[in-house]
């Protein structure tokens, strides 16, 4: 509060400006203490980037617990903005975003991805709105792509990128529904003030395209963590690039792409260890998602402990084949019994099969023959070899009238 005078307190730049806390991915409770040249640097940088346009009106709906609302907050106040605010509803979710875009009130919303899944279905072709700020979580590409277009390409969406500990935001990204063809959205580049590393676990760079952990350094950083001086110690390191700085170990993956870009990979306390191979599960589900017929995916991982003995593990000569597979047995020859299996049974299986190319030919025949407006009805059995036949069918034939599976498949 102002004295009666008017004249405004004496702050100085690393007096705390507020404490938030956060539990992070550990679940446990700490706060994060950010001073107020870290809260001047980052409202300075986000007016600038998010709100360009003189006067903007910004929506706040979330609780002032989270530090997506520092945003929603200041960036309106110091450019000459206004807030509309929305009371948070009665209820176990929370839909005051509908809210938000059903009144169309504001110019920029800030939310999370979760709450863009809530409107991603609306129409806003005609809406108000001009830019939305996603943070907080993993921005998938699909979701972006289905606002954009829903608004005819008049809403631009940034993925801001940070920890409570780098002070809401350090890293941004402006969404192209044409050039961001991955599965997630990319965090961007740093933010004004802000530097950032991909170190492996000796704080060495790694090169573009491989993976290691984000460590974020610069003046915008936290004080430390509220009464836990082993926790800041712990998170808080010295720069090893730039003497008396600091860096933040963010416990998230990330890697460069070939543009230089950061693409978020998950976190680094979900990395597994086989036999001494580092597996990232966010790595194999960002292979996954690079499929264009998979549209989400999620990596369970049973962590059973089992000693072997390595020593008296084998593997089939042929396929590669682990002896511990289940129901495996490996000859004196090296070769499992699998591969002995198919061996035996390949040409007898042949027999019963004509080739790719005697099907071609079938279709060819047929199609020049037909008379009708369709080129098959087929009845399959249902088994596996039935799908495979579907399958060959759908390459082969344009027009399929019906396939029907008689057992219930």
């Known amino acids: 509060l102002c004295p009666r005078q008017g004249v405004l307190p004496d702050v100085q730049a690393h ?30 940088w986000a007016h600038k980037t998010f709100s360009p346009q003189p006067q903007p009106v910004f929506a706040l709906f979330s609780s002032i617990g989270f530090d997506l609302t520092v945003t929603s907050i200041f960036v309106p106040l110091i450019s000459g903005g206004s807030i509309v605010a929305y009371p948070e509803e009665e209820g176990a979710v929370d839909l005051a975003v509908l809210r938000v875009f059903a009144e169309g009130r504001v110019d920029t919303v800030k939310l999370t ?11 806003l072709k005609d809406t108000r709105i001009k830019a939305l700020i996603l943070g907080g979580e993993d921005l998938k590409s699909a979701d972006a792509r289905r606002v954009v277009a829903s608004s005819d390409g008049n809403i631009t969406v940034y993925n801001e990128y940070g920890p409570t500990e780098a002070v809401v935001g350090c890293m941004v990204h402006r969404f192209d529904p044409h050039r961001d063809r991955d599965s997630s959205v990319p965090i961007g580049i740093p933010a004004d003030g802000v530097r950032i590393y991909v170190l492996d676990a000796g704080l060495n760079p790694v090169p573009r395209g491989v993976v290691g952990e984000l460590y974020i350094g610069g003046s915008r950083l936290a004080r430390c963590y509220f009464n836990s001086r082993e926790l800041t110690s712990d998170r808080f390191l010295e720069d090893p690039f730039v003497a008396g700085g600091r860096i933040y170990r963010s416990g998230d993956l990330a890697r460069f792409n070939d543009a230089g870009i950061l693409q978020y990979l998950g976190r680094n306390d979900e990395q597994l260890k086989v036999r001494g191979v580092r597996i990232e599960p966010a790595e194999i589900e960002h292979a996954l998602l ?37 129901e495996i047995s490996i000859d004196a020859s090296g070769v499992c019994n699998i591969c002995r299996d198919f061996e035996e049974y390949h040409d007898r299986a042949e027999s019963y099969f004509g080739s790719l190319q005697e099907l071609h030919e079938i279709f060819a025949a047929a199609q020049a023959a ?17 799908t495979y036949a579907i399958y060959q069918v759908a390459a082969i034939a344009s027009r399929v009238l019906a396939v029907t599976l008689d057992n219930g498949y």
């Open 15 to 44: 007096a705390p400006a507020y404490v938030i806390y956060t539990s992070g991915s550990t679940g446990q409770p700490k706060g994060v203490v950010i001073d107020h040249q870290g809260l001047a640097s980052y409202a300075a």
């Open 290 to 326: 690079e499929h264009p017929a998979i549209d989400a995916c999620v990596m369970k991982v049973s962590r059973v402990a089992r000693r072997e003995n390595t020593q008296d593990l084998r593997y089939c000569s042929k396929c590669g084949l682990a002896s511990n597979y289940p």
């Open 113 to 123: 991805p979760a709450h863009l899944r809530l409107v991603a279905g609306l129409d």
């Open 370 to 386: 037909k008379t009708g407006k369709y080129d098959c009805l087929m009845l399959l059995s249902g088994g596996k070899d039935s």
